[in-house]
């Protein structure tokens, strides 16, 4: 299984600043993916981080909210840009590791909990 | 778009009983469904993983079992205790599509 290092593990921050968050793996894998869990909710993913190109956003979530970088197979970082309190949340980092096949597992990093005042 | 939902939203139950948890999902075309527990403000352990091709899994005290033609999963937790307090979580992703699709989550207390 892969071990996730996710930091800061928890933030306050004043809305129109920008965190970066970021997400240390210590293996190789094929896929890294970035979600957001509002209050309540369950999960719901913002993008595939591409190793040396752009992500891959799903729909509601824009580069320019939420740019991402993924500079090599373990590691990669979530920026979330002019925060206002509707950011309030916590982000995920996950990871599959293709490399058998589909059938593998995702791994979750311990998330960051991201308050915006 | 695959719909994935989990019965009941919350359970509280005596230390010592079983748990029984249920997810099921509209679309029967998945690859894996996974399992996992979240406690408070943390991120997601995994449990069990089920390939489409098993109908079920087990370890420890979890067993998770898969009806992918009726696009249910049912996960027993035997002889509960306190420590097992948190939120299950199940998804599934579907063939040739790597995106985890989320249930909503069972949290589950047990009482000492």
């Known amino acids: 299984s892969a071990v996730i290092s996710q930091k800061p593990s928890r933030d306050i921050c004043q809305r129109g600043t920008s965190l970066t968050i970021q997400c240390q793996v210590d293996s190789q894998v094929t896929m890294m993916f970035w979600y957001r869990q509002q209050p309540g909710q369950s999960l719901t993913l913002i993008a595939t981080?591409?190793?040396?190109?752009?992500?891959t956003y799903e729909s509601g979530f824009v580069i320019d909210k939420f740019p991402i970088s993924r500079p090599n197979l373990t590691f990669s970082t979530l920026t979330v840009s002019n925060m206002s309190p509707e950011d309030s949340s916590i982000y995920l980092c996950s990871v599959e590791d293709w490399g058998q096949g589909m059938n593998t597992e995702a791994f979750f990093g311990q998330g960051t909990r991201l308050t915006v005042v | 778009k695959q719909e994935v939902t989990q019965i009941p939203a919350a359970l509280s139950v005596p230390e010592g009983e079983n748990l029984v948890l249920n997810c099921s999902f509209t679309d029967s075309a998945i690859y894996n469904l996974q399992w996992f527990r979240q406690d408070p403000g943390k991120g997601l352990t995994s449990l069990l993983l089920i390939q489409s091709s098993q109908r079920e899994q087990t370890s420890g005290r979890l067993n998770a079992s898969l009806d992918k033609s009726s696009g249910r999963s049912t996960l027993y937790i035997a002889a509960s205790q306190p420590g097992d307090s948190a939120t299950y979580l199940c998804a599934v992703n579907k063939s040739n599509d790597y995106k985890l699709s989320f249930g909503a989550g069972t949290t589950v207390t047990v009482r000492a």
């Open positions: 981080a591409n190793q040396g190109s752009e992500a």
